[in-house]
C-alpha cells in the first residue's frame, strides 16, 4: 500500500478531516502484535487492572477494547499511559499543594503554588485524552512508536483553576504573545540539551479561555502517572499538549524551539522529518469506534446484539449522530447516543440493537459532526501513523454461529 498525497494535499486533508482521497485503505480492525500483552506494567502504573490493559513499554500502556465499558467516564485503573519522558519521582506528590507553577509573559509574572491556585477559581472540564498516535498499529509502513489500536485514548474529568482567571489576578497577557508555551516538570542529566528532550508545547495563547490547571483527575488527586500535582488541560487537544507536572506557562511571541514542538508531532509524508511548517498534533479530529463488539476474530451467537461505542471530537464543532454498519459500510443506520451529554470535548456513548443471523459481519461506526462533516473511511498516511480517523480500519470483524 503507498501514499499518494502530495504534502499539500495531506494537511488539507489532515486540517480537514473530512476526506481520504487518495490514501490507501487497511484491513479492519488490525490484531495487536504478537506478546503485546504479556509485558509487566511499568511501576508507575502498577495500579492499573493489568487484565484490562495492554503493555507496549514502560511509557506505553493501551486499555483493551473490551474494557471500556458503558459508564462514560474511563477509571484511572483503566486509562492509557503515554509519557514522553521519564516522570519524576513520587516525592513531588507528597504535598501537591507545596507544587509551584512560574507564570510568564504576564503584566504580574511569578510562581505560585498550587495552594494559591485553588483560592483563585475552580472549574472542570469533561474531555477525551488521547494520544496523537491513537490507531497508529493500522499503518503498513509500521511507524515507530507504540502501536496503539484504539485503546490510547479516555473520557475523563479534571478539577482545577481555569488559565484565564489566573491570567486575570496576574494582569493579564503582554501584548504581542500568539502562543501559551508550557512546560513539564521531569528531569533530566547534567549534560543534555534540554531543548532536545523537555516537553514543552506551544499552543494558540487564545485556548487560554479553556484551558485548566488541574490537580484533580475523576474526582480524585491526579496520580503521578498522569501528572500529578498539577497538569494543564486544554480540552480538544491532543495528550501531548496537556502537559504533566507542568511548572511554567508563558505566553509568548514564537512558538518553543523544543524537539518535541519544531519536529516531533508534526503530520508529514512518510520518509520525510518533521519541521515547523508543518501542521502539528492540536486539536483532535472527528473519530468514532465500536467496543462492543471488541475483538476481531470474536465468535458471537444468532440473535440480538447491542453494538455500543464512541464518538467525539475536538470540539470545534461537536458530534451531532453516529452511523452504524455491520456489511462493511455498504449500508449505514442511524444509532442513537445513550447516557449524558458531558460537553462538546467528551465523548457521545451510542448504540444501535441489531439481530445477526450466521455469518460473516465486519461492525463499522463513523461519526457526523453538527456542522454536516462526517468521519473517513480511511486514514491520511503520515510519518508517525498521527491522527487516524478512519473507520474502516477501526472495524471489528466477527462471525456468528
Known sequence: M??????????????????????????????????????????????????????????????RRSAFGTSGITDVDLLFLRNNASPPGESIIADPDA???QFDGVAKPGALTVAELKRIGLADVATVLQCSGNGRGFFPHKPSGSPWTVGAAGN?????????DVVRVLGGVQGGARY??????????????????????????????????????????????????????????????????????????DE??????????????????????????????????????????????????????VAFTGGSSPVGAVEVSTDGGKTWRAARFFGP????????????????????????????????TLQPELRVENERGYAHNGWRDHAVAVTVA
Open 156 to 164: 475523563t474529568l479534571w478539577s482545577g483553576v481555569p488559565v484565564r
Open 256 to 309: 518553543t524551539g523544543a524537539n518535541i514542538q519544531r519536529s516531533s508531532y508534526r503530520v508529514r509524508p512518510v520518509g520525510e522529518k518533521g519541521n515547523p511548517t508543518q501542521p502539528s498534533m492540536w486539536q483532535m479530529n472527528l473519530k468514532s469506534f465500536v467496543t462492543n463488539p471488541s475483538a476481531n476474530g470474536q465468535m458471537l451467537r444468532a440473535g440480538p446484539l447491542q453494538v455500543h461505542g
Open 341 to 372: 451529554d458531558m460537553g462538546p470535548y467528551a465523548w457521545r456513548q451510542f448504540v444501535l440493537p441489531v439481530t445477526l443471523q450466521p455469518g460473516s459481519y465486519l461492525i463499522a461506526s463513523r461519526a457526523i459532526a453538527a456542522d454536516g
Open 2 to 63: 503507498k501514499p499518494t498525497a502530495s504534502e499539500i494535499d495531506l494537511a488539507r486533508r489532515w486540517l480537514l478531516a473530512a476526506s481520504a482521497g487518495g490514501a490507501a485503505a487497511g484491513l479492519g480492525g488490525l490484531s495487536l502484535p504478537a506478546g503485546a500483552q504479556t509485558k509487566a506494567l511499568p511501576p508507575v502504573a502498577a495500579f492499573k487492572d493489568a487484565d484490562s490493559m495492554i503493555v507496549h513499554s514502560a511509557s506505553g500502556v493501551e486499555t
Open 180 to 253: 501559551m508555551t508550557s512546560t513539564g516538570g521531569e528531569t533530566f542529566p547534567a549534560g543534555i540539551d534540554p531543548k532536545t528532550v523537555v516537553v514543552e508545547r506551544s499552543v494558540p495563547w487564545t485556548e487560554l479561555e479553556n484551558a485548566i490547571l488541574a490537580w484533580e483527575l475523576n474526582g480524585r488527586p491526579i496520580p503521578l502517572a498522569h501528572g500529578g500535582p498539577l497538569r494543564l488541560i486544554i480540552p480538544g487537544y491532543y495528550g501531548v499538549n496537556n502537559i504533566k507536572y507542568v511548572k511554567r506557562v508563558a505566553f509568548t511571541q
Open 99 to 101: 507544587w509551584q507553577v
